[in-house]
């Protein structure tokens, strides 16, 4: 288990003052703020403006700092945190082992190539693509979760690996698609530098089940039964 004792105390100390869940998604939002692609340079200035004006700055600040910290090797302190502060087993929320994902991914993925993707219909904080990341970062990954708040802890796993991929937020028994979010690089001074870019559109999806199109048969003449071409006689056979 990833060791996130200096992230719980640095975490209450910048929730002091609120609810421990609403602090947990103030900091998500405001984590992902500078990544998220805007369309114009004055859209992303105003973005940075409000992440430094926020007034819990140098707090957020160092706890952005530890988790990162933590993340070296694909792990998930973001899911250590939200399971031992937020959710408590809340609505069955506790993540599936990191070994145990190890394994699983493993199993799964094998010898990959560079054009293989992968994907997790449940993938709560993005664990099961974190261990499938550490076979081969270079694939493509897909998660969808039904709790938003899962879908941000996946998405930031992902940019802090500089993983490409999509995280949506939907149903994916139902196929309810509500929004998604598309990760990316790009090449800033040499460096894959990871954005995201959001989208409500579900045919823009790559996780959204699409209509398989069946060709209706016509039908030109009458129907006619195929017959046997040999008399088959009502005898029943004994299976002993």
């Known amino acids: 288990?990833?060791?996130?004792?200096?992230?719980?105390?640095?975490?209450?100390?910048?929730?002091?003052?609120?609810?421990?869940?609403?602090?947990?998604?103030?900091?998500?939002?405001?984590?992902?703020?500078?990544?998220?692609?805007?369309?114009?340079?004055?859209?992303?200035q105003a973005a940075l403006d409000k992440y430094r004006n926020h007034k819990k700055v140098n707090e957020l600040v160092e706890l952005v700092k530890i988790v990162g910290d933590l993340s070296e090797g694909f792990a998930d302190p973001l899911g250590e945190l939200y399971m031992q502060a937020i959710s408590n087993g809340h609505n069955g929320q506790y993540?599936?082992?990191?070994?145990?994902?190890?394994?699983?991914?493993?199993?799964?993925?094998?010898?990959?190539?560079?054009?293989q993707t992968v994907a997790d219909c449940a993938c709560g904080s993005?664990?099961?693509?974190?261990?499938?990341?550490?076979?081969n970062r270079h694939l493509k990954f897909y998660g969808a979760d039904l709790d938003i708040t899962c879908c941000k802890m996946a998405l930031l796993n992902m940019l802090l690996n500089s993983l490409q991929g999509e995280i949506a937020h939907m149903n994916s028994i139902s196929n309810d698609f509500y929004r998604g979010f598309k990760v990316q690089t790009t090449l800033v001074d040499g460096y894959h530098m990871p954005y995201y870019s959001e989208f409500s559109e579900h045919k823009q999806s790559q996780l959204w089940l699409k209509p398989i199109k069946e060709a209706t048969p016509k039908f030109d003449k009458p129907f006619e039964p195929i017959r046997a071409s040999q008399p088959i006689n009502g005898v029943q056979g004994s299976l002993f």
């Not at 993005?126 to 076979?135: C, P, V």
Request: hydrophobic content about 40%.
């Open 1 to 44: 288990m990833t060791d996130i004792r200096q992230l719980l105390k640095e975490f209450e100390h910048f929730a002091y003052g609120q609810s421990l869940h609403t602090a947990f998604t103030d900091l998500l939002d405001w984590t992902l703020l500078p990544f998220k692609r805007y369309d114009s340079q004055a859209e992303q």
């Open 95 to 115: 993540f599936t082992p990191e070994p145990i994902c190890d394994m699983m991914a493993a199993i799964s993925v094998g010898n990959p190539t560079n054009e």
């Open 126 to 135: 993005g664990r099961m693509l974190l261990s499938a990341a550490k076979i």
